[in-house]
């Protein structure tokens, strides 16, 4: 933003009484009171509102005391952008934010207090991006959210712990949401329909961008009854590959970009042997007990950028690695101790020297 726009801005919000600054110039409100409730419901002809941080990556705590401040949003009709990103001790967003029939953008990233979407989500039809990541305390998915036609991002699908079937969303029931593109999922380690959950990923056939995230409790020993009861589930899943599925066609997703965080298995997991990986660009693995980077026996990854960090348990060298990623042109490999003879500069990065392109 130029300095005398952004000047600008802060006179009107000022003479407006919208906003403060303190001592040290950093801007303050007060949102807990009654008069800025008010004060919301006489914006009706807003479009942007930035309640939160503006950086994604910053991390200042930003606290309110409770969300009265919220409820005079059901009167900005025209709002397309809203975001609470960073804002701590909201545990519930009010109902009225389910009347903004033009939003199109919910940021919700970070608000760690956040225990629940409002059971009437599925009413904004024109959202297209829905940020929950690093909202830890959702448990479940509320049912609308299979309603959101025009979804095009969705980013903290949480698969927790199983529900009354009919009261919550499950992953496949996002399956016929043919504009999303974007999709990052946190499993929850105490749900143990996870893997039959992600097992519908299949169906998803306009999928570029992947990211599952395992909860990090994975990353305990799992007692021998749990290992028996995932054996069981891996058979179940098996006999359930034979049953034709509407998303076991020819058209089945092609990836651009996947992510995997903490898995806790030691093989690639078995739902991914089921995906259109021909496209794929982008691997990122973080975290978890993987030792094996091999999809199936044959298999070659099309990736061109492979980021491997905090990898404890994968042993491989440079010469076993480039046959199984024939097309890398950039490698960053950190906190990886077990993986040896990796050509990376001192920050772990290793980027295909021209040559070997040209030649290529």
């Given at each position: 933003m130029k300095p005398s726009i952004r000047d600008a801005i802060i006179k009107l919000a000022e003479e407006d009484g919208f906003v403060s600054f303190d001592s040290k110039g950093n801007p303050t409100a007060d949102f807990s009171s009654c008069p800025e409730v008010g004060r919301f419901s006489k914006m009706k002809n807003l479009k942007v509102l930035q309640l939160g941080r503006w950086r994604a990556s910053a991390r200042q705590l930003v606290e309110v005391e409770g969300t009265e401040f919220l409820q005079g949003m059901k009167k900005m009709k025209q709002l397309r952008y809203f975001s609470l990103r960073g804002i701590s001790r909201i545990t519930e967003l009010p109902n009225s934010i389910c009347e903004l029939s033009k939003l199109r953008i919910l940021n919700l990233n970070g608000c760690d207090n956040l225990e629940k979407l409002p059971d009437g989500i599925g009413l904004l039809k024109q959202l297209t991006h829905l940020d929950m990541s690093e909202c830890y305390l959702i448990s479940h998915m509320p049912r609308g959210l299979a309603s959101l036609s025009e979804l095009r991002a969705l980013k903290g699908f949480v698969i927790g712990k199983p529900r009354s079937r009919g009261h919550y969303c499950e992953l496949a029931d996002l399956a016929e949401l043919e504009h999303l593109?974007?999709?990052?999922?946190?499993?929850?380690?105490?749900?143990?329909?996870?893997?039959?959950?992600?097992?519908?990923?299949?169906?998803f056939r306009n999928l570029r961008s992947l990211s599952v995230a395992w909860s990090s409790i994975y990353n305990a020993p799992i007692p021998t009854t749990t290992n028996v009861a995932l054996a069981t589930i891996h058979r179940i899943v098996s006999r359930e590959k034979s049953i034709k599925t509407p998303g076991s066609s020819s058209q089945r997703v092609a990836l651009d970009k996947l992510g995997l965080q903490?898995?806790?298995?030691?093989?690639m997991p078995d739902w991914l042997k089921r995906l259109n990986l021909k496209n794929l660009k982008?691997?990122?693995?973080?975290?978890?007990?993987l030792s094996d980077l091999s999809l199936t026996k044959d298999h070659k990854w099309t990736v061109k950028c492979l980021r491997l960090k905090s990898l404890s348990q994968l042993r491989m060298d440079w010469q076993e690695l480039k046959p199984l990623f024939p097309n890398l042109t950039y490698v960053e490999k950190v906190e990886c101790p077990e993986l040896s003879s990796f050509p990376c500069d001192e920050n772990g990065e290793w980027i295909r020297p021209e040559s070997d392109t040209e030649q290529a």
């Open positions: 593109k974007k999709l990052s999922i946190h499993v929850d380690r105490t749900s143990d329909e996870a893997k039959k959950e992600l097992d519908s990923l299949p169906q903490n898995f806790h298995g030691s093989k982008k691997l990122y693995i973080r975290g978890g007990g």
